[in-house]
């Protein structure tokens, strides 16, 4: 079969990550793309032998695409996704899905409207262990789901950011950035349907004025619950806890420790400083792990406990404390890093599949992120809406 022919809707960091998955995987091909920066134009010309577009309208307007990646900033993705749509593209599109519950509806509308399949990712909740460990639930040897705990502690606040990266209405913070990733995994785990938020963010840096950190507590229908922390100004690296394994399933080396800090301090420029590190900036070094090399990708320590057991997914299995017998789940090294992406979005585009990361999914998972800003703001419970099981 042949390959499904993909154009790229953005050149910087989200399509960094997902580029060895591009490039690995023979499901897919690169076929064009489109970024406002005339070097990663330059770049994926020269890389892919293929056309690179000055206008997203352009981009889609192509014949020769078949989906759109669309990796554009935040505050782009509605308008983004319904131009693909409206050219007959399927499209992957990255977390958050939008900045706005009407934006995602208007996008899924758009989808439906033009017969074609929306996968909004990646999202950790692609993972494998977690996947396996949402097997594992669902086959009831252990009972039902009564209790999630998640937490990750980064210095994500301190990598260098664009101006709107640091402003929460445009985009920025951890709530569109990272809560995406860590609620969409518990919505998967603990059955979908949020019923209830209660939640506190914290913005302790007038330097860097949006949400850093957040703690909530998510209830479900059936009664289980979640509770859900993330700090991004991580001075703690809670990748200490998952055997010095990065959230891309890297090796760590401990030594980094306040790197990303040092850095910012050295450079006054801090849009410079992410642009020469994007595709085609003058410190882009593509990715040098060889296929197969990687654990699993992760988003922290995670602990499902249910009626029999404790799941506690890792970047190499999943250990299950058991009433009785303690137990070690080994899943194999990931031939291809975010292959589960490509499984999604190939069944969805060639063979008519419903995506398990759709746009009523992914709407939902937003949802319960702004009833988190609104909690913190109000101070007082959110009942989010449009929830749909997994």
Same mark, same amino acid.
């Given at each position: 079969m042949q390959p499904l022919r993909i154009g790229v809707v953005g050149l910087g960091?989200?399509?960094? !990550?997902?580029? =060895?998955?591009?490039?690995q995987d023979n499901r897919v091909k690169l076929v064009a793309a489109t970024d406002p920066i005339a070097a990663a134009r330059q770049q994926f010309a020269a890389?892919?032998?293929?056309?690179?577009?000055?206008?997203?309208?352009?981009?889609?307007?192509?014949?020769?695409?078949? *989906?759109v990646y669309v990796a554009s900033?935040? $505050?782009f993705h509605a308008d983004h996704v319904c131009m693909a749509a409206a050219h007959g593209k399927h499209v992957l599109v990255e977390k958050p899905m939008a900045l706005s519950l009407a934006e995602c509806t208007r996008m899924i509308d758009a989808c439906q409207s033009a017969g074609v399949h929306m996968v909004v990712g990646h999202s950790h909740s692609f993972n494998t262990p977690i996947g396996r460990c949402r097997e594992i639930i669902e086959s009831g040897v252990y009972g039902a789901v009564r209790? &999630?705990? *998640?937490?990750?502690?980064?210095?994500? !606040?301190?990598? =260098?950011?664009?101006?709107e990266e640091l402003l929460t209405a445009a985009g920025g913070g951890v709530i569109h950035s990272q809560a995406a990733h860590q609620i969409d995994i518990v919505r998967l785990l603990g059955g979908g349907l949020v019923r209830s938020v209660r939640a506190h963010t914290g913005?302790?840096?007038a330097a860097r004025p949006t949400e850093g950190a957040y703690s909530a507590l998510l209830g479900f229908e059936g009664g289980?619950?979640?509770?859900?922390t993330y700090s991004g100004y991580g001075h703690f690296d809670s990748d200490e806890w998952m055997n010095n394994v990065g959230e891309m399933g890297q090796r760590k080396n401990p030594d980094d420790y306040g790197k990303a800090r040092q850095r910012l301090a050295a450079n006054q420029d801090e849009t410079a400083l992410k642009a020469a590190r994007n595709y085609g900036g003058s410190a882009y070094t593509p990715s040098q792990t060889p296929p197969g090399s990687q654990a699993h990708p992760h988003f922290g320590p995670l &602990?499902?406990?249910?009626?029999?057991a404790d799941l $506690? =997914?890792?970047?190499?299995g999943i250990t299950l404390y058991a009433d009785h017998q303690k137990s070690f789940v080994a899943l194999p090294a990931p031939a291809i890093p975010r292959a589960e992406v490509i499984d999604e979005l190939f069944a969805a585009a060639r063979h008519g599949q419903s995506p398990i990361h759709s746009g009523s999914w992914a709407r939902a998972t937003t949802a319960v992120c702004l009833a988190m800003l609104e909690s913190a703001r109000t101070q007082a419970e959110q009942q989010p809406g449009y929830q749909v099981k997994p």
């Amino acid at each position: 079969m042949q390959p499904l022919r993909i154009g790229v809707v953005g050149l910087g960091r989200a399509f960094t !990550l997902m580029l =060895p998955t591009f490039v690995q995987d023979n499901r897919v091909k690169l076929v064009a793309a489109t970024d406002p920066i005339a070097a990663a134009r330059q770049q994926f010309a020269a890389d892919f032998n293929a056309p690179a577009y000055d206008s997203v309208d352009a981009l889609c307007a192509d014949p020769t695409i078949e *989906a759109v990646y669309v990796a554009s900033p935040h $505050q782009f993705h509605a308008d983004h996704v319904c131009m693909a749509a409206a050219h007959g593209k399927h499209v992957l599109v990255e977390k958050p899905m939008a900045l706005s519950l009407a934006e995602c509806t208007r996008m899924i509308d758009a989808c439906q409207s033009a017969g074609v399949h929306m996968v909004v990712g990646h999202s950790h909740s692609f993972n494998t262990p977690i996947g396996r460990c949402r097997e594992i639930i669902e086959s009831g040897v252990y009972g039902a789901v009564r209790m &999630i705990t *998640a937490l990750n502690f980064t210095d994500f !606040l301190y990598r =260098p950011r664009r101006p709107e990266e640091l402003l929460t209405a445009a985009g920025g913070g951890v709530i569109h950035s990272q809560a995406a990733h860590q609620i969409d995994i518990v919505r998967l785990l603990g059955g979908g349907l949020v019923r209830s938020v209660r939640a506190h963010t914290g913005a302790w840096d007038a330097a860097r004025p949006t949400e850093g950190a957040y703690s909530a507590l998510l209830g479900f229908e059936g009664g289980a619950f979640a509770t859900v922390t993330y700090s991004g100004y991580g001075h703690f690296d809670s990748d200490e806890w998952m055997n010095n394994v990065g959230e891309m399933g890297q090796r760590k080396n401990p030594d980094d420790y306040g790197k990303a800090r040092q850095r910012l301090a050295a450079n006054q420029d801090e849009t410079a400083l992410k642009a020469a590190r994007n595709y085609g900036g003058s410190a882009y070094t593509p990715s040098q792990t060889p296929p197969g090399s990687q654990a699993h990708p992760h988003f922290g320590p995670l &602990i499902i406990s249910c009626d029999k057991a404790d799941l $506690q =997914p890792s970047a190499t299995g999943i250990t299950l404390y058991a009433d009785h017998q303690k137990s070690f789940v080994a899943l194999p090294a990931p031939a291809i890093p975010r292959a589960e992406v490509i499984d999604e979005l190939f069944a969805a585009a060639r063979h008519g599949q419903s995506p398990i990361h759709s746009g009523s999914w992914a709407r939902a998972t937003t949802a319960v992120c702004l009833a988190m800003l609104e909690s913190a703001r109000t101070q007082a419970e959110q009942q989010p809406g449009y929830q749909v099981k997994p």
